[in-house]
Nanobody
Framework: QARLVESGGGSVQTGGSLRLSCAAS????????VGWFRQAPGKEHEGIAT????????YLTDSVKGRFTISLDNAKNTVYLQMNSLIPEDTAMYYC????????????????????WGQGTQVTVSS
């Protein structure tokens, strides 16, 4: 059973930075994806970034390209989301999620593609 624990959220002003961490345990690090999602009050989950374990291929949604970076430390079984140039629109609860996939498959971008979820970490950006 996979377990994911997020950390690193907090409150910053516009233009600030935060680094979110997603520490994973309980599953092999071959053939899986980790995605970062966020949910603002009253809104649906928004997929913002994914990374695949074997080729480390990444995806970033357009609204965060150039500002956010997703990376993986296999030795620590941890996925990071570096968030720079934060704006108030980035305010949300951020979740990481994991999915076991076939080695040649693309990472899902929809939340329904992920079976394992962390508890979330709040990010608040003030103007």
């Amino acid at each position: 059973q996979a377990r994911l624990v997020e950390s690193g959220g907090g409150s910053v002003q516009t233009g600030g930075s935060l680094r979110l961490s997603c520490a994973a345990s309980g599953y092999t690090n071959i053939g899986w994806c980790v995605g970062w999602f966020r949910q603002a009050p009253g809104k649906e989950h928004e997929g913002i970034a994914t990374i695949k374990s074997n080729f480390r291929t990444t995806y970033l949604t357009d609204s965060v390209k150039g500002r956010f970076t997703i990376s993986l430390d296999n030795a620590k079984n941890t996925v990071y989301l570096q968030m720079n140039s934060l704006i108030p629109e980035d305010t949300a609860m951020y979740y990481c999620a994991a999915a076991v996939i076939s080695p040649l498959a693309f990472c899902p971008r929809d939340p329904s593609g992920y079976k394992y979820w962390g508890q979330g970490t709040q990010v608040t950006v003030s103007s």
